[in-house]
């Protein structure tokens, strides 16, 4: 059984989304950020940095427990666990690990952005919170491309669609709004069609 420490973010979601499609047991943990959950002694050692998502396998490798944050080092690591969603194919699963880290860095970054500088900013800029919208969006397109002529983006489903799929629905009416993306809205509708991903997106709520 794993332990999994989360709230209902972009980030913990994919790694919900992870554990459901993999199949793997879990009991839940949820952290109530605004009320600092997350900063409390229980779940600093589990996370020093206090931050989901992060988790505690009990049964990690060679028998012993494993704990584990950050969402791609999450995902990698179930993924590896239960031998799903990583290609084994060379070239496709380093294609599957670089749009893992666009998801999880450069279009998870910006689209933080956008809820830091329209939430909680000391100033509030109309132009600023336009900036990273933009931002997140030429993302976004780039990954329009690559799907134009398949279904996921290392070709076969993997940790990289399970990564960048929760910011697409966070970003739903950004998305919507630019009127651009057929192939990411294609991709976005097939997953939200996937048991697995609906269980996981809902985990936390």
């Given at each position: ?45 589990v996370n020093p940095a206090g931050a989901i ?153």
């Amino acid at each position: 059984m794993i332990y999994f420490y989360t709230a209902d973010s972009s980030n913990g979601q994919r790694v919900a989304i992870m554990l459901e499609e993999c199949g793997l047991p879990y009991k839940l943990v949820k952290l109530d950020l605004m009320g600092g959950e997350q900063r409390k002694p229980e779940f600093l050692k589990v996370n020093p940095a206090g931050a989901i998502p992060a988790i505690v396998d009990p049964d990690g490798p060679g028998g012993k427990p494993l704990s584990l944050a950050q969402s791609a080092a999450i995902v990698l690591y179930l993924a590896e666990k239960t031998q799903h969603f990583l290609p084994q194919d060379p070239a496709r699963r380093a294609e599957a690990l670089q749009w893992l880290m666009q998801a999880t860095t450069d279009t998870a970054a910006s689209s933080l952005g956008i809820f830091l500088l329209s939430t909680f900013a000391p100033e509030k800029s109309d132009a600023n919170v336009a900036f990273f919208e933009e931002r997140v969006l030429r993302y976004f397109r780039v990954a329009d491309r690559r799907l134009a002529d398949r279904p996921y983006l290392a070709q076969e489903l993997s940790v990289a669609d399970f990564a960048l799929y929760p910011l697409a629905v966070v970003r739903r009416p950004l998305i919507e709004r630019a009127g651009d993306l057929p192939h990411l809205t294609r991709w976005a509708a097939d997953l939200a069609a996937r048991p697995g991903v609906e269980r996981g997106m809902n985990a936390a709520k």
